[in-house]
Protein backbone atom coordinates (compact mmCIF):
# COMPACT_ATOMS: atom_id res chain seq x y z
CA UNK A 1 0.00 0.00 0.00
CA UNK A 2 1.27 3.30 -0.74
CA UNK A 3 2.23 6.00 1.63
CA UNK A 4 2.54 9.82 1.35
CA UNK A 5 6.20 9.69 0.84
CA UNK A 6 6.90 13.34 -1.30
CA UNK A 7 3.30 14.48 -1.47
CA UNK A 8 -0.26 13.70 0.39
CA UNK A 9 -1.51 11.28 -1.60
CA UNK A 10 -4.93 11.30 -2.56
CA UNK A 11 -7.90 8.39 -2.93
CA UNK A 12 -11.81 8.51 -2.38
CA UNK A 13 -14.23 5.61 -0.73
CA UNK A 14 -15.34 3.83 -3.76
CA UNK A 15 -18.51 4.46 -5.98
CA UNK A 16 -18.55 7.14 -8.21
CA UNK A 17 -21.64 8.89 -10.60
CA UNK A 18 -22.64 6.58 -13.33
CA UNK A 19 -23.96 7.82 -17.09
CA UNK A 20 -27.51 7.13 -17.67
CA UNK A 21 -26.36 4.29 -19.35
CA UNK A 22 -24.90 2.55 -17.15
CA UNK A 23 -28.16 2.95 -14.67
CA UNK A 24 -29.93 1.36 -17.16
CA UNK A 25 -27.94 -1.53 -17.75
CA UNK A 26 -27.46 -2.40 -14.27
CA UNK A 27 -30.91 -1.96 -13.08
CA UNK A 28 -32.03 -4.62 -16.34
CA UNK A 29 -29.32 -6.57 -15.07
CA UNK A 30 -30.53 -6.40 -11.07
CA UNK A 31 -34.07 -7.19 -12.59
CA UNK A 32 -32.99 -10.06 -15.14
CA UNK A 33 -33.86 -8.67 -17.95
CA UNK A 34 -30.52 -7.25 -19.58
CA UNK A 35 -28.41 -8.90 -22.72
CA UNK A 36 -24.91 -9.99 -20.77
CA UNK A 37 -23.22 -9.14 -23.73
CA UNK A 38 -24.97 -5.01 -24.03
CA UNK A 39 -24.40 -4.97 -20.28
CA UNK A 40 -20.76 -6.16 -20.46
CA UNK A 41 -19.85 -3.93 -22.89
CA UNK A 42 -21.40 -0.86 -21.09
CA UNK A 43 -19.61 -1.76 -17.56
CA UNK A 44 -16.22 -2.61 -19.40
CA UNK A 45 -16.70 1.44 -21.26
CA UNK A 46 -17.67 2.76 -18.17
CA UNK A 47 -14.48 1.56 -16.30
CA UNK A 48 -12.41 2.69 -18.60
CA UNK A 49 -13.52 6.39 -18.64
CA UNK A 50 -14.02 6.37 -14.80
CA UNK A 51 -10.20 5.19 -14.50
CA UNK A 52 -9.52 8.10 -17.09
CA UNK A 53 -11.35 10.57 -15.96
CA UNK A 54 -9.99 9.88 -12.06
CA UNK A 55 -6.62 10.29 -13.47
CA UNK A 56 -7.28 13.51 -15.39
CA UNK A 57 -8.73 15.08 -12.02
CA UNK A 58 -5.21 14.14 -10.22
CA UNK A 59 -6.34 10.82 -8.05
CA UNK A 60 -3.07 9.11 -7.05
CA UNK A 61 -5.18 5.87 -5.73
CA UNK A 62 -8.47 5.33 -8.27
CA UNK A 63 -11.27 2.61 -8.32
CA UNK A 64 -13.05 1.44 -10.64
CA UNK A 65 -16.45 3.50 -9.40
CA UNK A 66 -18.34 0.32 -8.57
CA UNK A 67 -19.38 0.49 -12.50
CA UNK A 68 -20.02 -2.81 -12.01
CA UNK A 69 -22.39 -2.69 -9.27
CA UNK A 70 -25.53 -1.65 -8.75
CA UNK A 71 -25.25 -1.54 -4.78
CA UNK A 72 -22.12 -1.72 -2.24
CA UNK A 73 -24.35 -3.78 -0.31
CA UNK A 74 -26.60 -6.51 -2.23
CA UNK A 75 -23.66 -7.41 -5.17
CA UNK A 76 -23.11 -10.40 -3.58
CA UNK A 77 -26.70 -11.74 -4.57
CA UNK A 78 -24.77 -13.16 -8.05
CA UNK A 79 -22.04 -14.85 -6.51
CA UNK A 80 -23.31 -16.36 -3.58
CA UNK A 81 -26.00 -19.13 -3.52
CA UNK A 82 -29.12 -18.42 -0.09
CA UNK A 83 -30.16 -14.94 -1.00
CA UNK A 84 -34.03 -14.11 -2.14
CA UNK A 85 -36.51 -12.42 -2.24
CA UNK A 86 -37.18 -8.48 -1.18
CA UNK A 87 -37.10 -6.51 1.80
CA UNK A 88 -38.21 -2.85 2.45
CA UNK A 89 -35.84 -0.36 3.65
CA UNK A 90 -35.89 0.28 7.62
CA UNK A 91 -36.23 3.98 8.40
CA UNK A 92 -33.40 5.30 9.99
CA UNK A 93 -33.78 6.22 13.48
CA UNK A 94 -33.26 9.95 12.89
CA UNK A 95 -35.44 9.81 10.57
CA UNK A 96 -38.56 8.55 11.97
CA UNK A 97 -39.94 11.90 13.43
CA UNK A 98 -39.58 13.30 10.26
CA UNK A 99 -42.13 11.77 6.85
CA UNK A 100 -42.50 14.98 4.98
CA UNK A 101 -38.28 15.52 4.92
CA UNK A 102 -38.12 11.92 4.07
CA UNK A 103 -41.08 12.36 1.22
CA UNK A 104 -39.21 15.77 0.01
CA UNK A 105 -35.45 14.02 0.08
CA UNK A 106 -37.29 11.52 -1.75
CA UNK A 107 -38.19 13.76 -4.54
CA UNK A 108 -34.75 14.66 -4.79
CA UNK A 109 -32.65 11.59 -4.96
CA UNK A 110 -35.36 9.41 -7.00
CA UNK A 111 -36.28 5.58 -5.62
CA UNK A 112 -34.21 2.69 -4.84
CA UNK A 113 -34.99 0.61 -6.92
CA UNK A 114 -32.51 -2.01 -6.48
CA UNK A 115 -33.00 -5.84 -4.96
CA UNK A 116 -32.83 -6.36 -1.03
CA UNK A 117 -33.17 -9.40 -0.94
CA UNK A 118 -32.83 -11.37 2.63
CA UNK A 119 -30.95 -15.22 3.20
CA UNK A 120 -33.47 -18.08 2.42
CA UNK A 121 -30.76 -20.61 2.39
CA UNK A 122 -27.68 -21.78 3.35
CA UNK A 123 -25.01 -19.44 2.27
CA UNK A 124 -21.96 -20.32 -0.32
CA UNK A 125 -19.72 -19.35 -3.62
CA UNK A 126 -22.27 -19.57 -6.43
CA UNK A 127 -20.52 -17.86 -9.22
CA UNK A 128 -16.93 -15.44 -9.05
CA UNK A 129 -17.37 -14.80 -12.94
CA UNK A 130 -18.64 -11.25 -12.26
CA UNK A 131 -15.82 -10.64 -10.01
CA UNK A 132 -13.58 -11.97 -12.27
CA UNK A 133 -15.20 -9.27 -15.19
CA UNK A 134 -14.43 -6.77 -12.43
CA UNK A 135 -11.06 -7.24 -12.18
CA UNK A 136 -9.95 -7.64 -15.32
CA UNK A 137 -12.03 -4.25 -16.51
CA UNK A 138 -10.21 -2.71 -13.46
CA UNK A 139 -6.52 -4.14 -13.86
CA UNK A 140 -6.93 -3.45 -17.76
CA UNK A 141 -8.15 0.02 -17.34
CA UNK A 142 -4.90 1.14 -14.48
CA UNK A 143 -2.77 -0.47 -17.11
CA UNK A 144 -4.22 1.72 -19.75
CA UNK A 145 -3.73 4.99 -17.93
CA UNK A 146 -0.75 3.87 -16.47
CA UNK A 147 -1.42 4.16 -12.87
CA UNK A 148 0.75 2.51 -9.68
CA UNK A 149 -2.27 1.29 -7.78
CA UNK A 150 -5.71 1.34 -7.45
CA UNK A 151 -8.51 -0.12 -5.02
CA UNK A 152 -11.35 -2.73 -5.31
CA UNK A 153 -14.74 -2.49 -2.68
CA UNK A 154 -16.16 -5.53 -1.67
CA UNK A 155 -18.54 -5.74 0.96
CA UNK A 156 -17.69 -6.91 4.70
CA UNK A 157 -19.14 -10.19 5.90
CA UNK A 158 -21.20 -7.86 8.61
CA UNK A 159 -22.24 -5.46 5.59
CA UNK A 160 -23.51 -8.54 4.07
CA UNK A 161 -25.88 -9.37 7.26
CA UNK A 162 -27.07 -5.93 7.84
CA UNK A 163 -28.47 -5.41 4.19
CA UNK A 164 -29.71 -9.04 3.73
CA UNK A 165 -31.82 -10.12 6.93
CA UNK A 166 -31.46 -13.58 8.03
CA UNK A 167 -34.69 -15.54 7.70
CA UNK A 168 -32.39 -19.66 7.47
CA UNK A 169 -29.74 -19.52 10.13
CA UNK A 170 -30.61 -20.34 13.30
CA UNK A 171 -28.56 -17.39 15.06
CA UNK A 172 -26.86 -14.19 13.06
CA UNK A 173 -23.69 -15.84 15.01
CA UNK A 174 -23.97 -18.73 12.17
CA UNK A 175 -25.06 -16.49 9.45
CA UNK A 176 -22.17 -14.82 9.73
CA UNK A 177 -19.51 -17.43 9.85
CA UNK A 178 -21.41 -18.63 6.76
CA UNK A 179 -21.17 -15.39 4.89
CA UNK A 180 -17.02 -14.60 6.22
CA UNK A 181 -16.49 -18.13 5.25
CA UNK A 182 -18.05 -17.77 1.55
CA UNK A 183 -16.51 -14.09 0.82
CA UNK A 184 -13.15 -15.12 1.56
CA UNK A 185 -12.60 -16.02 -1.96
CA UNK A 186 -13.18 -12.56 -3.35
CA UNK A 187 -11.22 -11.09 -1.13
CA UNK A 188 -7.98 -13.41 -1.99
CA UNK A 189 -9.17 -12.91 -5.67
CA UNK A 190 -8.71 -8.94 -5.61
CA UNK A 191 -5.39 -9.38 -3.41
CA UNK A 192 -4.41 -11.94 -5.58
CA UNK A 193 -4.67 -9.74 -9.04
CA UNK A 194 -2.43 -6.86 -7.57
CA UNK A 195 -5.73 -4.79 -6.15
CA UNK A 196 -5.47 -3.27 -2.50
CA UNK A 197 -8.83 -4.61 -0.92
CA UNK A 198 -11.34 -2.18 0.45
CA UNK A 199 -13.93 -3.74 3.18
CA UNK A 200 -16.92 -1.71 3.35
CA UNK A 201 -17.99 -1.99 7.01
CA UNK A 202 -21.01 0.81 7.46
CA UNK A 203 -22.14 -2.31 9.53
CA UNK A 204 -19.51 -1.15 12.59
CA UNK A 205 -21.22 2.32 12.55
CA UNK A 206 -24.48 2.85 10.74
CA UNK A 207 -26.11 -0.41 11.55
CA UNK A 208 -26.21 1.22 15.20
CA UNK A 209 -29.42 3.09 13.93
CA UNK A 210 -30.66 1.05 10.66
CA UNK A 211 -30.59 -2.75 10.61
CA UNK A 212 -29.66 -3.29 14.18
CA UNK A 213 -31.57 -0.15 15.67
CA UNK A 214 -33.05 -2.65 18.08
CA UNK A 215 -30.25 -3.77 19.72
CA UNK A 216 -29.35 -1.29 23.05
CA UNK A 217 -25.62 0.25 22.80
CA UNK A 218 -23.81 -2.62 24.70
CA UNK A 219 -25.63 -5.56 22.21
CA UNK A 220 -23.89 -3.76 19.02
CA UNK A 221 -20.98 -3.50 20.14
CA UNK A 222 -20.97 -7.16 21.39
CA UNK A 223 -21.72 -7.52 17.42
CA UNK A 224 -19.74 -5.53 16.30
CA UNK A 225 -16.82 -7.42 17.93
CA UNK A 226 -18.16 -10.21 16.44
CA UNK A 227 -18.10 -8.51 13.02
CA UNK A 228 -14.53 -7.81 13.09
CA UNK A 229 -13.66 -11.39 14.21
CA UNK A 230 -15.75 -12.28 11.31
CA UNK A 231 -13.86 -10.15 9.18
CA UNK A 232 -10.36 -11.16 10.04
CA UNK A 233 -11.30 -14.78 9.70
CA UNK A 234 -11.98 -14.35 5.88
CA UNK A 235 -9.39 -12.24 5.57
CA UNK A 236 -7.32 -14.93 6.52
CA UNK A 237 -3.19 -14.93 5.83
CA UNK A 238 -4.11 -11.35 3.70
CA UNK A 239 -1.20 -9.09 4.48
CA UNK A 240 -3.17 -6.14 6.39
CA UNK A 241 -0.76 -3.71 4.30
CA UNK A 242 -2.99 -5.07 1.28
CA UNK A 243 -6.64 -4.04 3.44
CA UNK A 244 -8.44 -0.73 3.87
CA UNK A 245 -11.28 -0.56 5.76
CA UNK A 246 -13.90 1.96 5.38
CA UNK A 247 -16.61 2.94 8.32
CA UNK A 248 -19.52 5.13 7.94
CA UNK A 249 -23.33 6.36 9.40
CA UNK A 250 -24.90 6.27 6.21
CA UNK A 251 -24.48 8.33 3.16
CA UNK A 252 -27.59 9.86 3.28
CA UNK A 253 -28.71 13.83 4.34
CA UNK A 254 -30.72 13.75 7.32
CA UNK A 255 -29.99 14.89 11.28
CA UNK A 256 -27.91 11.97 12.38
CA UNK A 257 -28.58 12.88 15.89
CA UNK A 258 -28.49 9.01 16.34
CA UNK A 259 -25.04 8.02 15.14
CA UNK A 260 -22.63 5.91 17.49
CA UNK A 261 -19.88 8.33 18.31
CA UNK A 262 -16.31 7.13 16.72
CA UNK A 263 -14.66 6.87 20.15
CA UNK A 264 -17.87 3.88 21.14
CA UNK A 265 -16.46 2.14 18.03
CA UNK A 266 -12.73 2.36 17.24
CA UNK A 267 -11.25 0.04 19.63
CA UNK A 268 -13.25 -2.52 17.64
CA UNK A 269 -12.52 -0.65 14.68
CA UNK A 270 -8.92 -1.01 15.47
CA UNK A 271 -9.17 -5.10 16.15
CA UNK A 272 -9.54 -4.98 12.03
CA UNK A 273 -6.63 -6.96 10.26
CA UNK A 274 -6.35 -3.56 7.46
CA UNK A 275 -3.84 -1.01 7.23
CA UNK A 276 -5.71 1.81 6.44
CA UNK A 277 -8.89 3.40 7.72
CA UNK A 278 -11.68 5.56 6.19
CA UNK A 279 -13.92 7.74 7.79
CA UNK A 280 -16.03 10.32 8.21
CA UNK A 281 -14.42 13.88 8.87
CA UNK A 282 -16.00 16.38 7.22
CA UNK A 283 -19.42 16.35 7.54
CA UNK A 284 -21.09 18.32 10.72
CA UNK A 285 -21.98 15.35 12.33
CA UNK A 286 -18.01 14.13 12.80
CA UNK A 287 -15.76 16.68 11.88
CA UNK A 288 -15.16 17.10 15.80
CA UNK A 289 -14.22 13.82 16.22
CA UNK A 290 -10.49 14.45 14.67
CA UNK A 291 -9.63 14.73 18.61
CA UNK A 292 -10.83 11.28 19.27
CA UNK A 293 -8.11 9.96 17.11
CA UNK A 294 -5.44 12.54 18.32
CA UNK A 295 -5.94 10.99 21.61
CA UNK A 296 -6.25 7.27 20.80
CA UNK A 297 -3.50 5.03 20.76
CA UNK A 298 -2.82 4.35 17.12
CA UNK A 299 -0.72 1.62 15.50
CA UNK A 300 2.76 2.55 14.43
CA UNK A 301 2.15 1.70 10.75
CA UNK A 302 -1.83 2.97 10.73
CA UNK A 303 -3.00 5.00 7.79
CA UNK A 304 -5.65 7.46 8.48
CA UNK A 305 -7.34 8.22 4.99
CA UNK A 306 -10.05 11.00 6.66
CA UNK A 307 -13.23 12.33 4.60
CA UNK A 308 -12.01 15.45 3.52
CA UNK A 309 -15.12 16.22 1.63
CA UNK A 310 -18.76 15.69 2.13
CA UNK A 311 -20.46 13.31 -0.40
CA UNK A 312 -24.20 14.36 0.63
CA UNK A 313 -23.75 18.25 -0.38
CA UNK A 314 -23.14 19.88 -3.83
CA UNK A 315 -21.15 22.28 -2.06
CA UNK A 316 -17.81 22.32 -3.31
CA UNK A 317 -15.14 22.68 -0.38
CA UNK A 318 -12.52 25.60 -0.86
CA UNK A 319 -9.16 23.66 -0.88
CA UNK A 320 -7.52 25.47 1.48
CA UNK A 321 -10.70 23.72 4.39
CA UNK A 322 -9.68 20.48 2.75
CA UNK A 323 -5.38 21.41 3.12
CA UNK A 324 -6.58 22.64 6.94
CA UNK A 325 -8.42 18.92 7.90
CA UNK A 326 -5.44 16.69 6.36
CA UNK A 327 -2.71 18.65 7.96
CA UNK A 328 -5.18 17.97 11.07
CA UNK A 329 -4.70 14.46 11.20
CA UNK A 330 -0.87 14.71 9.65
CA UNK A 331 -0.40 16.13 13.27
CA UNK A 332 -1.18 13.12 14.60
CA UNK A 333 0.24 10.50 12.94
CA UNK A 334 2.58 12.57 10.84
CA UNK A 335 1.91 13.18 6.80
CA UNK A 336 3.56 9.76 5.25
CA UNK A 337 0.23 8.43 6.91
CA UNK A 338 -1.87 10.29 5.84
CA UNK A 339 -3.82 9.24 2.46
CA UNK A 340 -6.41 12.43 1.64
CA UNK A 341 -10.31 10.93 1.20
CA UNK A 342 -13.64 11.47 0.73
CA UNK A 343 -16.40 10.70 3.45
CA UNK A 344 -18.02 7.91 1.34
CA UNK A 345 -19.05 7.15 -2.27
CA UNK A 346 -20.50 9.77 -4.49
CA UNK A 347 -22.44 6.72 -5.90
CA UNK A 348 -23.56 4.96 -3.57
CA UNK A 349 -26.48 3.07 -5.79
CA UNK A 350 -27.21 2.84 -9.06
CA UNK A 351 -29.78 5.91 -10.17
CA UNK A 352 -30.40 6.89 -6.56
CA UNK A 353 -29.01 10.09 -4.81
CA UNK A 354 -28.84 13.67 -5.39
CA UNK A 355 -25.31 14.57 -6.19
CA UNK A 356 -24.41 16.04 -9.36
CA UNK A 357 -22.11 13.46 -11.49
CA UNK A 358 -20.01 17.20 -13.17
CA UNK A 359 -19.97 18.79 -9.33
CA UNK A 360 -18.50 15.05 -7.90
CA UNK A 361 -15.60 15.17 -10.00
CA UNK A 362 -15.22 19.26 -9.24
CA UNK A 363 -15.22 18.27 -5.57
CA UNK A 364 -12.41 15.68 -6.21
CA UNK A 365 -10.74 17.98 -7.99
CA UNK A 366 -10.81 20.50 -5.06
CA UNK A 367 -9.64 17.02 -2.93
CA UNK A 368 -6.42 17.37 -5.02
CA UNK A 369 -6.00 21.15 -4.60
CA UNK A 370 -6.02 20.89 -0.78
CA UNK A 371 -3.76 18.04 -0.78
CA UNK A 372 -1.82 20.11 -3.01
CA UNK A 373 -1.57 23.40 -0.57
CA UNK A 374 -0.99 21.08 2.74
CA UNK A 375 1.90 19.21 0.95
CA UNK A 376 3.65 22.65 0.11
CA UNK A 377 3.41 23.14 3.62
CA UNK A 378 3.34 19.78 5.04
CA UNK A 379 6.87 19.34 2.98
CA UNK A 380 8.69 22.77 3.17
Not at 81 to 94: M, S
Not at 172 to 196: K, P, T
Request: with cysteine.
Amino acid sequence: MRTSQDHILTTHVGSLPRDQELVDALLAKDHGGDDPSHYEAVVSKAVHEVVARQKATGIDIPSDGEAGKVAYSTYMMDRLTGFGGDNERRVALDLKDYPEFRKKMGRMTGKQEFRRASCIGPVAVKDLSPLEFDIGNLTDSLAESGIEEGFMNSASPGLVTAFQPNKYYPSHEAYLEAVAEAMAREYRMIVDAGLILQLDCPDLAMARHIAFQDLDEPAFLRQATLHVEAMNAALGDIPREKVRLHICWGNYEGPHDFDIPVEKILPIVLKANAQALLFEAANARHEHEWTVWADAKLPDDLILVPGTVDTCSNYVEHPELIAQRIERYAGIVGRERVIAGTDCGFGTFAGYGKLDGGIAYKKLGALVQGAAIASKRLWR
